[in-house]
């Protein structure tokens, strides 16, 4: 399987949906910049692909500005509530958060106010423009894609359960199949509300009325304080230095930071030596993803809530010293059991011939977040909060007003000063692994970007339901390579050659000579666009 890659010297757009690519590419036709463009991607994928993201989630944007050089962040995570702590669930008689329902989105959407700062300072086209193509596939309607598709079915159950999500995704009584037309008008008339009003209407307004008084009529926790006194956050990107490249990432309460760790970790060998589909490769970032994600565990979450010895963590020297603790003559795999994460996400990218650059993701946590919708709305709620812990003693504590430990992380590489690479992929634990994929795939191996993102990929680590950890490899090669790493001691599960499990990713590479090129993953509905 072999996407064609669009190749560009001006704008360039990627997204795991092509109406979204398309919308962004439409925008920048406009004489939009990056930044209207990113904002529109954002908006659409909450219609199209409703199943991964929406404005009841949040959302991270990694900027670099043209013009000036700066490389910003924008953290669009939400808090929890400020009435809430681990005491309200144990005297429930509860050991962890429900993980669906109303007492699941325990979080503010931090969406909206994203996509309302980034355009206040970086935006050139109208607010109202922006929300519009959007707004009119969720009015008119939009097919209903082969990933929704797929995800419907396996969430049916949770669909016709939930009289709001059955009327959008099952509206004859049966759910909607592939290339039908899916109708949101409740959705629509947010949008309506956001687009007329702005933030303030989501936050404040007449729609954070009828969000939070739905909430506490269904039982749930959030309230209008909760709208009211969210505010996003403007953040310095982290970044470490990779065999002569910049990599930017998220700072916490991301797990972006995990992905640098693993590059300080790789940079100790000669990564390019080592065949790629090779049991000795597979072997070598499994036992880093390993290492890093037991500090990653450890100490990830609020950073205003508590201290995360980043300076540490981050250090060349730590880096070394996680490298000396892997066995790789004669390789065996060391016990790890990592979190468990919901993997489900929606990663976009968008260059402009100006030199700016958006690399952003949205979630709603897991597959249509919490399930759970109030009144008409049409805002699908995140479930983002479930993945607080209940135990005083861990660092992700739930606690009144916190963000909690948060998967996104989208990623951006520079060059002498430059935008290089801008990348990021659905999935949980997946996240930063297949950032190393693609990363490595275009450095150390010298792929393009497209067949960095096609590589066969590995996923180490669990999601909710599993007790074991798993290192899942797409087979796309000799079984001989998965029956040696069990023999090493890896507890193998071989997948399907393009298997979902792996997440969707996008990515953009800039040329020396400026020319530009754009990539989307075969494994969803994604369309990179570039002229």
């Not at 009529?217 to 403007?234: Q, R, S, T, V, Y």
Request: charged fraction near 20%; proline fraction near 6%.
């Amino acid at each position: 399987m072999q996407n064609q890659m669009p190749i560009s010297r001006g704008n360039m757009v990627t997204s795991p949906h092509y109406l979204a690519s398309a919308v962004g590419s439409t925008i920048l036709g406009q004489g939009g910049n990056a930044y209207d463009a990113a904002i529109s991607v954002s908006v659409t994928l909450g219609v199209v692909y409703p199943h991964m993201t929406g404005p009841g989630g949040d959302v991270f944007f990694l900027m670099h500005d043209g013009a000036t050089g700066e490389i910003t962040g924008y953290n669009g995570s939400g808090r929890a509530a400020a009435g809430i702590n681990a005491d309200t669930f144990k005297s429930m008689g509860m050991t962890s958060i429900p993980v669906r329902g109303v007492l699941s989105a325990i979080t503010v959407p931090g969406m909206v106010d994203a996509w309302w700062e980034v355009w206040s300072r970086y935006g050139r086209l109208p607010w109202a423009q922006l929300l519009e193509p959007a707004i009119r596939y969720a009015e008119k309607g939009c097919p209903v894609s082969r990933d929704l598709c797929i995800w419907l079915k396996r969430n049916e159950s949770l669909i016709m359960e939930q009289t709001s999500l059955q009327a959008s995704f099952a509206p004859l009584g049966t759910l909607l199949q592939e290339g039908e037309l899916l109708v949101q008008p409740e959705l629509a008339s947010s949008l309506r509300k956001i687009q007329a009003d702005g933030r303030e209407s989501f936050y404040n307004g007449e729609l954070a009325n009828r969000l939070t008084s739905a909430i506490r009529e269904d039982g749930g926790m959030l309230a209008p304080i909760d709208f009211a006194n969210h505010k996003g956050e403007w953040v310095k990107p982290i970044s470490t230095d990779y065999r002569g490249y910049e990599v930017h990432q998220m700072p916490p309460n991301s797990q972006g930071f995990s992905l640098l760790m693993m590059l300080n970790m790789l940079e100790q060998v000669d990564l390019s030596s080592v065949p790629r589909t090779s049991p000795e490769f597979y072997h070598l970032v499994t036992e880093v993803v390993k290492k890093v994600f037991r500090d990653r565990d450890r100490y990830l979450t609020d950073p205003d809530f508590r201290d995360i010895p980043l300076d540490r963590l981050l250090s060349k020297g730590y880096g070394h010293e996680l490298w000396s603790e892997i066995h790789t003559l004669p390789p065996v795999a060391q016990p790890f059991l990592s979190k468990m994460i919901g993997q489900d996400t929606a990663y976009a990218a968008v260059v402009d011939q100006e030199g700016n650059a958006v690399s952003f993701i949205q979630s709603l946590y897991f597959d249509f977040g919490s399930a759970y919708v109030p009144g008409d709305t049409g805002i699908i709620m995140q479930n983002r909060g479930s993945f607080f812990s209940l135990n005083s003693l861990d660092a992700n504590v739930l606690e009144p007003g916190k963000r909690t430990f948060h998967t996104l992380m989208p990623g951006l590489v520079t060059h002498h000063g430059k935008p290089y690479m801008l990348l990021g992929t659905q999935g949980g634990e997946g996240q930063p692994q297949t950032q190393i994929s693609i990363i490595t795939g275009v450095i150390d191996y010298g792929l393009t970007i497209q067949e960095a993102i096609n590589l066969p990929r590995w996923l180490y680590g669990r999601t909710w339901g599993e007790k074991n950890d798993q290192l899942r490899v797409e087979n796309r090669y000799h079984n001989d390579v998965c029956e040696t790493l069990t023999s090493w001691g890896h507890k193998v599960e071989v997948r399907a050659p393009w298997d979902d499990v792996m997440g969707q990713s996008q990515g953009i590479v800039i040329r020396a000579d400026g020319m530009i090129s754009g990539a989307a993953d075969p494994r969803g509905d994604g369309m990179a666009i570039g002229w």
